[in-house]
């Protein structure tokens, strides 16, 4: 019996003049892992959404879909779904209560709801954030809440909308390891809506890949390979080696591949960029959550110049983003300086802007356009800026869409267009290219460095270390409240160990300084491909 059967299935939201998805055909085995991948707003969380009627959009359905043989119909115990932005699905203010709401709301015992909370718990390793407010965890602390409150009930299906996308490298890949163990051991079906392929592409039974709200191709993960319109969204060791005869999928096949074909030993590091006059310098800044509490910043120093994008990395909930708001002027360090020009910052400055990392909160209209022109009236800037500004990023079929109805990718370029209506000289963005898919990421990279170009000053935080290292000029490591490493992006991966990329991993003792997929590429000889 199929866990899934999709027939015929369209949807439209509310005031949308095209479907979001249309006439999906989808049969998804027991125990099948599925990955589904294509554009931001293709409509793969819309189908994730419909699979569970208790959390189906608003708007006009037709076709049909059924779970293990029986119509789908709200509520659903056996299905359990993680949404790209937990806050989506968040019933508690704390973190023990957000896990204990499945159980208590489906009528177990007391003790049983104990028991299942405790299991989650200890399998999750989230004993240290039980007592915590939601508010204030980390983006992928959130994350990480979302999963263990989707898995407390032991679903059979488990809908997994980016699952990786908040979570830093070395937590992504323990929590790709446990949905494997999930569907290998306990056989749950398990359906991933995720643009970070690295992980579980190899070992997924399927990948559909979606476009237009259409499915394109569904196929094995190496006949995917073959599929024109994929390629981009391939993993690292599937875009280096494109076009072999038997295409690696994992960074130990592309070893492996590597080692047997000819390349050159060493590809040369990128001249490094001269900047401008300094921007922003903090200097020693300390910031705790609580009088007596532990500190997150434990003296932190940081210089940013005009022209230069500096990206930051770090473990989840190590300060990243309490940094970018202390620099922003929204949080103040009990302790150290932060300088803007020259000037000591003693309030939040025009000149810089920030973009949060829950990009969605900074719309308060009902259409994107409508928010955009908002915003410059209360700027007293010219309206017609709005439409300027879509056709800038690509998005003005997004004008009259709400907010909330965006995809994660789409909702990221927009708020990029909403901070920029500021004319900052200083950008400060947390987790930017989370949502997006590699075509819009790379058409991101692009915007940030014409900005860049243009004498703008540029600090991301990311967990993406394949996009800083194509993107960024400088990278530091946030670790133990203080800011390590600040270096050229080139030396920075090149040396990198544990935080190397795909590529220079695949090229690890084979091609020096090979830490991106364009740099390896280059590094092959022609008779390879």
Do not use: W
Not at 1 to 13: I, K
Not at 249 to 275: A, N, Y
Not at 327 to 347: E, I, P
Not at 496 to 503: C, N
């Amino acid at each position: 019996m199929d866990a899934v059967h999709c027939e015929g299935l369209t949807f439209r939201y509310n005031n949308a003049k095209a479907p979001a998805i249309q006439g999906i055909d989808l049969k998804i085995g027991r125990g099948e892992l599925v990955l589904l991948m294509g554009r931001s707003g293709c409509g793969k969380t819309t189908l994730l959404k419909l699979l569970k009627p208790e959390i189906a959009p608003l708007g006009e359905v037709s076709g049909d879909i059924s779970v293990f043989g029986k119509k789908a119909e709200s509520p659903m115990p056996m299905v359990g779904y993680a949404a790209q932005s937990p806050e989506d699905s968040f019933v508690s203010d704390t973190v023990y209560g957000e896990i204990m709401f499945a159980p208590e709301n489906a009528g177990l015992s007391a003790e049983e709801v104990r028991r299942a909370a405790a299991e989650t718990i200890t399998r999750f390793g989230l004993g240290k954030l039980l007592r915590r407010k939601l508010d204030e965890l980390s983006g992928g602390e959130k994350q990480l809440v979302s999963l263990c409150a989707a898995l407390v009930m032991q679903p059979e299906i488990l809908l997994l909308d980016e699952p990786f996308s908040r979570l830093d490298p070395v937590t992504a890949e323990d929590i790709s390891g446990l949905i494997l163990r999930l569907n290998r051991e306990a056989g749950t079906t398990v359906i991933i809506a995720e643009h970070t392929t690295e992980l579980l592409f190899a070992e997924c039974d399927r990948v559909v890949f979606m476009e237009n709200g259409r499915i394109a191709a569904d196929a094995s993960p190496r006949e995917m390979c073959k599929v024109a319109g994929a390629e981009s969204f391939l993993p690292a060791a599937a875009r280096i080696f494109a076009g072999y005869e038997r295409c690696p999928l994992t960074v130990r096949e592309g070893r492996k591949l590597l080692s047997e074909i000819p390349h050159e030993k060493e590809v040369t590091l990128p001249e490094v960029r001269k900047f401008g006059e300094e921007v922003l310098r903090a200097e020693g800044l300390r910031f705790a959550l609580e009088r007596r509490g532990d500190d997150i910043l434990d003296g932190v120093d940081i210089l940013l110049h005009k022209g230069e994008h500096l990206a930051l990395i770090g473990a989840n909930g190590c300060g990243k983003t309490t940094l970018l708001r202390c620099l922003a002027g929204l949080c103040r360090a009990y302790s150290g300086t932060v300088k803007v020009f020259g000037m000591r910052l003693k309030k939040p400055s025009s000149v810089i802007a920030m973009l949060p990392q829950e990009a969605r909160d900074i719309f308060v209209q009902p259409t994107v356009r409508e928010d955009y022109i908002f915003a410059l009236k209360a700027m007293e800037k010219p309206i017609e800026r709005a439409d300027e500004m879509l056709r800038y990023l690509g998005c003005g079929h997004l004008a009259d869409i709400h907010p909330y109805d965006l995809s994660g990718g789409e909702t990221q370029l927009c708020a990029l267009g909403r901070v920029l209506l500021c004319e900052p000289e200083i950008l400060l963005l947390d987790e930017p290219v989370k949502g997006l898919d590699a075509v819009s990421r790379k058409k991101f990279g692009e915007m940030i460095k014409r900005l860049c170009g243009e004498g703008k000053a540029v600090l991301t935080v990311t967990h993406d270390l394949e996009n800083a290292a194509e993107l960024a000029d400088s990278c530091a490591i946030l670790c133990g409240g203080r800011v390590e490493s600040l270096m050229p992006a080139g030396e920075f991966f090149a040396r990198a160990g544990s935080l190397s990329t795909a590529a220079g991993r695949i090229a690890r003792g084979e091609v020096a300084n090979a830490y991106t997929v364009e740099r390896l590429r280059g590094a092959l000889r022609g008779s390879c491909l």
